[in-house]
């Protein structure tokens, strides 16, 4: 059954064809179901969404369906927030979808203090059941002035005019909400800005997922509401993949 389960997902395009199948074997929950999943993915469905589960920063987390799935790129944001934040500081997490980013930095920063923010309610609800406190809101707007030691926010970053660009199920089944950025991709991100200068402590740290030719004009926003010490991380190619900066006043 694997190797049939294989074929098919990269006959569908599928390019880690192997991993999917492992994924989806390991996760059906009798052999009954594995044709009906299989054929889902073909069609594109997100993995996660199928399986209800995903990896991320090596630890299992729960994905609904409609909820915008973590990808690895982002496991570096989460693994750099976790390392800023003190034992015992608060963190925020904007934009949370399924709380990945949250899940993480709780688990490996002692007695840290997370919560998590995000205008969509599914998601929301995701997040909880990942143990992460959720609330449904528009970026850091619930949330307390000058009360947290780390901001992370992966916002929509996608430029409008990119989105045609996006592999075909992405395009098909991902929500809309979680991509679109704008016409630079920067919209809900420099909004993301100004809430986070105004909930972090001077001296605490904002984390951005974004990529492209976006490091400039994030430099120059962050700079006009506070932030200094802006630095950018890029992955294996050279790419943009996010930027960290200071809250200095």
Not at 8 to 28: Q, S
Not at 192 to 205: C, E, K, M, N, P
Request: net charge negative; with cysteine.
């Amino acid at each position: 059954m694997r190797a049939q389960v294989v074929e098919r997902l990269a006959h569908a395009g599928c390019v880690a064809a192997e991993e999917e199948a492992g994924e989806l074997l390991a996760a059906a929950p009798s052999p009954e179901v594995i044709d009906g999943w299989v054929a889902r993915r073909e069609a594109g469905e997100p993995l996660a969404w199928i399986t209800g589960r995903t990896t991320f920063c090596g630890a299992g987390l729960r994905i609904d369906p409609g909820v915008y799935p973590p990808r690895r790129q982002t496991e570096a944001l989460a693994a750099r927030a976790a390392a800023l934040l003190p034992a015992g500081g608060r963190a925020a997490d904007l934009c949370c979808g399924s709380g990945a980013i949250a899940v993480h930095v709780g688990s490996v920063v002692a007695g840290a203090r997370v919560v998590a923010v995000d205008r969509d309610p599914t998601a929301v609800r995701c997040a909880q059941r990942n143990g992460v406190p959720a609330c449904v809101g528009d970026v850091g707007g619930p949330l307390a002035s000058a009360a947290f030691d780390v901001v992370t926010a992966v916002a929509p970053y996608v430029p409008t005019g990119r989105l045609a660009f996006l592999p075909r199920d992405v395009r098909a089944y991902e929500p809309l909400v979680a991509l679109d950025g704008g016409d630079d991709g920067l919209d809900v991100v420099r909004r993301v800005i100004t809430d986070a200068a105004r909930i972090l402590r001077t001296g605490g740290s904002l984390l951005l997922e974004l990529g492209g030719d976006q490091f400039d004009p994030a430099a120059g926003a962050l700079g006009a509401a506070g932030f200094a010490g802006i630095e950018a991380w890029t992955d294996d190619e050279g790419d943009l993949r996010g930027v960290v900066a200071t809250r200095e006043r």
